[in-house]
């Protein structure tokens, strides 16, 4: 399986953008999927999840509240929208698959696999 992420640039602080998660082999609605971010020197942390059971997500404290998760199962794609970006939210951003059909909220990054090869977010301020 092959993820394909996009929708990356630069933005000012208080922007907003809109990260995909596309897969072109595969049907990404038997997976979870999960959203990563790693800040320079910092290491990859999760922010958030959608499991396979609709409308089961997770967001992490840094991202809750200024970020959504969706699937698009037409376009075979989960978006990531975030909204009232900070500097903070500078770094590369990966998607992966949780092969679970429990809460995607349960999976460790470890147990993520299919890592795509990221799009990358500058906020100035």
């Known amino acids: 399986e092959r993820l394909v992420e996009s929708g990356g640039g630069s933005v000012q602080s208080g922007g907003s953008l809109r990260l995909s998660c596309a897969a072109s082999?595969?049907?990404?609605?038997?997976?979870?999927v999960g959203w990563f971010r790693q800040a320079p020197g910092k290491e990859r942390e999760k922010i958030s999840c959608?499991?396979?059971?609709?409308?089961?997500?997770y967001f992490s404290n840094s991202v809750k509240g200024r970020s959504t998760i969706v699937r698009d199962n037409a376009k075979n794609t989960v978006y990531l929208q975030m909204t009232s970006l900070k500097p903070e939210d500078t770094g590369l951003y990966y998607c992966?698959?949780?092969?679970?059909?429990?809460?995607?909220?349960?999976?460790?990054?470890?147990?993520?696999?299919?890592w795509g090869q990221g799009t990358l977010v500058n906020v100035s301020s």
């Open positions: 082999d595969f049907n990404l609605a038997n997976y979870a």
């Open positions: 959608i499991s396979t059971s609709e409308g089961d997500t």
């Open positions: 992966a698959l949780g092969r679970t059909y429990h809460s995607c909220s349960t999976l460790a990054q470890r147990e993520y696999v299919s």
